[in-house]
């Protein structure tokens, strides 16, 4: 069984930059596809970005150029810095994987952390 803990959400102002930690137990990580994905009050939960263990990494065109996610196999760890944070940024993220690839890019996870709130306000 894998577990997920989400890390580093906050209350932000816009522009402003958050990195997000998701370290994962039971397995590890340099195996799994992993990603991020954020639910906003009153909406559903939206795509952020998607990366497989070999590299492949596709971003949602709300954040791309402005989020990054990497890895840290050493400490079983996937991040997602955020940077120029917007108002719409503001969401609940999750961090999710699966064993495939395929399976995350269609939406489905079988792994999900407990999510971390971000709040991008002035």
């Known amino acids: 069984q894998v577990q997920l803990v989400e890390t580093g959400g906050g209350l932000v102002q816009p522009g402003d930059s958050l990195r997000l930690s998701c370290a994962a137990s039971?397995?590890?990580?340099?195996?799994?596809?992993v990603g991020w994905v954020r639910q906003a009050p009153g909406k559903s939960r939206e795509f952020v970005v998607a990366t497989s263990w070999s590299g492949n990494t596709y971003y949602a065109d709300s954040v791309k150029g402005r989020f990054t996610v990497s890895r840290d196999n050493a400490k079983n760890t996937v991040y997602l810095q955020m940077n120029s944070l917007k108002p719409e940024d503001t969401a609940v993220y999750y961090c999710a994987a699966d064993t495939s690839f395929a399976k995350i890019m269609g939406n489905e996870y079988d792994y999900w952390g407990q999510g971390t709130q971000v709040t991008v306000s002035s």
């Open positions: 039971g397995r590890t990580i340099g195996r799994l596809a």
